[in-house]
């Protein structure tokens, strides 16, 4: 367990926009930190820029009490899968990929067979842009990390990755089942994603009247459209099955409004409105509390 004060060897893997802030972060609280990325000029100018310490090589791999990958979802099975016999008994392995039922599995296994601590994270946090360029030590100032344990008792675990996570800036933890991850990460991240990089592609989106006309509304609904299409590709195919499920959901939805457009009904197309209004004001009530 961290002590007040402790500085630890923190290990990053795959230094983008999470990595790279992540170490930015640690770097700053007082950290040592080895990382590593699968672009060699980018771990050079990360050692350069001073955010990582070192590289992040087998046998620095040992001497981490923390290791947090953050890297897609098939590299972060294959580096866990390849280094697990290395990792320290003592070391707590976080993973930051955007599911967790396969990460989760997958990191059970290791951490059973080899002795370490494993848990599957979540930051949720990040930008319309990504890379090492884009990080920055602040950006989970106050931002909220979702743990997905193999076991939501262990207390000591969930406690000893808080404890770390909050030198980072983190503020806010949740404790989720995978399944409820995966499920509920459809919704609120997939699929606005999804909508976003379908609403662009309107026949009328690069009319010069467009720009000239889009206001806070277009800038919001077409944010996320700009995407890393290989990471969100296997997001999406990995989680196919409540992806699936809320993209049915919201056809039949938009299809209610279509028809009382057609149908010129208003009154229906009012009260869809007033239901939409009024859910939003009660998700914006649940999150102040």
């Known amino acids: 367990m961290k002590k007040d004060g402790q500085k630890l060897n923190i290990g990053i893997v795959g230094l983008g926009l999470i990595g790279g802030s992540l170490s930015a972060a640690f770097h700053?609280?007082?950290?040592?930190?080895f990382g590593c990325d699968k672009d060699r000029r980018t771990q050079d100018f990360a050692l350069m820029a001073g955010t990582i310490d070192d590289e992040l090589t087998d046998i620095k791999i040992g001497d981490c009490d923390i290791i947090l990958i953050a890297i897609t979802l098939t590299h972060a099975v294959k580096w866990l899968a390849e280094k697990a016999d290395i990792i320290n008994k003592n070391s707590l392995v976080i993973d930051?990929?955007?599911?967790?039922?396969?990460?989760?599995?997958?990191?059970?296994?290791?951490?059973?067979?080899?002795?370490?601590?494993?848990i599957g994270g979540h930051p949720m946090a990040g930008k319309q842009v990504g890379g090492f360029k884009n990080s920055s030590k602040d950006l989970?100032?106050?931002?909220?990390?979702?743990?997905?344990?193999?076991?939501?008792?262990?207390?000591?675990?969930?406690?000893?990755?808080?404890?770390?996570?909050?030198?980072?800036?983190?503020?806010?933890?949740?404790?989720?089942?995978?399944?409820?991850?995966?499920k509920v990460i459809a919704f609120t991240s997939q699929m606005a994603h999804l909508i976003s990089n379908?609403?662009?592609?309107?026949?009328?989106?690069?009319?010069?009247?467009?720009?000239?006309?889009?206001?806070?509304?277009?800038?919001?609904?077409t944010r996320v459209a700009y995407l890393d299409e290989a990471m969100w590709t296997e997001l999406f195919m990995e989680n196919s099955?409540?992806?699936?499920?809320?993209?049915?959901?919201f056809i039949s939805e938009l299809a209610r409004y279509?028809?009382?457009?057609?149908?010129?009904?208003?009154?229906?197309?009012?009260?869809l409105l007033a239901d939409g209004k009024e859910r939003k004001q009660m998700i914006e009530e649940k999150k102040n509390k």
């Open 28 to 33: 700053s609280a007082g950290h040592t930190v």
């Open 96 to 118: 930051c990929c955007g599911v967790k039922r396969a990460i989760c599995k997958v990191g059970k296994e290791l951490s059973d067979a080899n002795g370490f601590g494993f």
């Open 140 to 182: 989970f100032d106050g931002a909220t990390f979702c743990l997905v344990p193999n076991d939501k008792n262990d207390i000591r675990l969930l406690m000893e990755a808080k404890n770390v996570l909050e030198d980072a800036g983190f503020t806010k933890f949740i404790v989720m089942t995978p399944e409820e991850h995966d």
């Open 198 to 221: 379908a609403y662009i592609k309107s026949d009328i989106a690069e009319a010069e009247e467009v720009a000239a006309l889009s206001g806070g509304a277009f800038r919001d609904m």
């Open 241 to 249: 099955d409540n992806l699936l499920s809320q993209l049915d959901s």
């Open 258 to 271: 279509k028809d009382a457009i057609e149908n010129k009904d208003i009154k229906l197309l009012s009260d």
